[in-house]
């Protein structure tokens, strides 16, 4: 646990000071999945859908080819954005309605991306491990979240 603890205190630090004076979202987002992808193990895929519409659309990411849209409601992202909460499944076979983007993806987790109380979208990140996210990889990754939030312009999704 103190290691865990350890790795999201400096990746938030680094994600800090990797984003510190861009306000761009697309390149934000660019870096923020990428520095996740290079220091969480075990992950098949990271990255962003954000808010259009009735629906979540594909942003930056690090990994193989990803569904384009998801609807709120279904899957695991569409879940998390509906209800704006996190949601972290062990295996994504017990989750009714899971969209399978990857078959390799055993475990989920996606975090809402809120500004001002109103949802932007999510981050999604997937692992080839069951049971992979443990409630410190929630908070930590929550956290990184906040950061990319506080970090970013999101005035196209508060209009």
Same mark, same amino acid.
């Given at each position: 646990m103190a290691a865990e603890?350890?790795?999201y205190r400096g990746l938030a630090r680094q994600l800090g000071a990797l984003l510190d004076g861009e306000r761009d979202c697309t390149a934000n987002a660019a870096n923020t999945s990428a520095l996740i992808q290079l220091g969480v193990s075990d992950?098949?895929?990271?990255?962003?859908?954000?808010?259009? #519409?009735?629906?979540l659309v594909l942003g930056?990411?690090?990994? #193989?080819?990803?569904c384009t849209r998801i609807p709120l409601g279904r899957g695991v992202c569409g879940t998390a954005a509906a209800r704006s909460e996190t949601v972290r499944v062990s295996d994504v076979?017990?989750?009714?309605?899971?969209?399978?983007? !990857?078959?390799?993806?055993?475990?989920?987790?996606?975090?809402?991306?809120?500004? !001002?109380?109103?949802?932007?979208?999510?981050?999604?990140?997937?692992?080839?491990?069951?049971?992979?996210?443990s409630e410190m990889d929630q908070q930590g990754l929550e956290t990184l979240v906040r950061v990319f939030v506080e970090a970013t312009d999101l005035s196209d999704w508060l209009a």
């Amino acid at each position: 646990m103190a290691a865990e603890l350890k790795l999201y205190r400096g990746l938030a630090r680094q994600l800090g000071a990797l984003l510190d004076g861009e306000r761009d979202c697309t390149a934000n987002a660019a870096n923020t999945s990428a520095l996740i992808q290079l220091g969480v193990s075990d992950l098949n895929w990271v990255g962003f859908y954000f808010l259009r #519409g009735d629906g979540l659309v594909l942003g930056p990411f690090q990994g #193989g080819p990803a569904c384009t849209r998801i609807p709120l409601g279904r899957g695991v992202c569409g879940t998390a954005a509906a209800r704006s909460e996190t949601v972290r499944v062990s295996d994504v076979h017990t989750f009714h309605g899971h969209i399978a983007c !990857d078959a390799a993806s055993r475990a989920e987790l996606v975090i809402p991306v809120l500004a !001002d109380g109103r949802l932007v979208g999510v981050l999604d990140l997937d692992s080839p491990v069951a049971g992979r996210f443990s409630e410190m990889d929630q908070q930590g990754l929550e956290t990184l979240v906040r950061v990319f939030v506080e970090a970013t312009d999101l005035s196209d999704w508060l209009a």
